[in-house]
């Protein structure tokens, strides 16, 4: 029996002390998910759609012409940057060049000139004046700021904008026209917004829209064949001139492969 209760009581003293061990030891909370972290370089492809608007102004009255045009088009690029982030805000700069194709040729209601007349009454046919808008690629450099929600950034933009734009005004035929055409980068500006989410620690997706607005340009009407080529002379300035200008609003989604973790 003593030997029963000495047993019984080492038991308790034994469980007690163990208990009172647990107990001493520190609690383990459970790992936390890390906060996404938005610094690094990135590189990545966008494609989308939107529309280019381009204006042909006579801007001499020489034909009284004014043309305007709206084309829809589609487009793919490359890009690439570099984001900075404290706190909760992102800074970060990112360029991009992009392949697209508009092309869209319009008549032109105008006077009908003595030489134009003269082609007509041969041809039995009108006189031909057409104007043309043709932009085939065009790149950005942006800077970006916006606000970071963990693994959503939401973010404005702008920056420099660059189109490679042909233009050209043809009144007559071939044999005897005057022509006015440029074929050139233009320089204008570029804004917008988007938002962007991280699939991954690399991966992210964004969706953005973009306006961008390129300056004005002029062109001078020449003549082309005939016995009078040269510049084209007009009642209100010496010489005739075309005015273009363009813009083009963009919407479009893009992958990002960002370096590092």
Known sequence: MKNFLTA??????????????????????????????????????????????????DADDFVASDTKFQE????????AGYNYQFGNTVLGIEGDYNWTNVDKTKDIASPVRFEDALIAAAAVLPPTN??????????????????????????????????HIKN??????????????????????????GVEFALTQNWTLKGEYLLMQFQNSDAIFNQVGGSNSGLTSCSNAQPCRMNYSESVQLARVGLNYKFGN
């Open 8 to 57: 019984t009581l080492l038991v308790a003293v034994t469980t007690v002390a163990a208990n009172a061990a647990d107990m001493s030891m520190p609690y383990k909370a459970a790992p936390m998910q890390s906060v996404y972290n938005w610094t690094g370089f990135y590189i990545g492809g966008n494609a989308g759609g939107g529309f280019a608007d381009s204006e042909h102004l």
């Open 72 to 79: 829809a088009f589609g487009t793919v690029g490359v890009g």
């Open 130 to 163: 057409t104007t043309r808008f043709q932009m085939n690629e065009f790149a950005t450099i942006r800077a970006r700021a916006g606000l970071a929600l963990d693994r959503t950034l939401v973010y404005a933009t702008a920056g420099l904008a660059f189109g």
């Open 168 to 193: 050209t005004t043809q009144l007559g035929a071939n044999g005897f026209s005057d022509l006015a055409s440029e074929d050139k980068w233009k320089t204008g500006l570029a804004v917008g917004g």
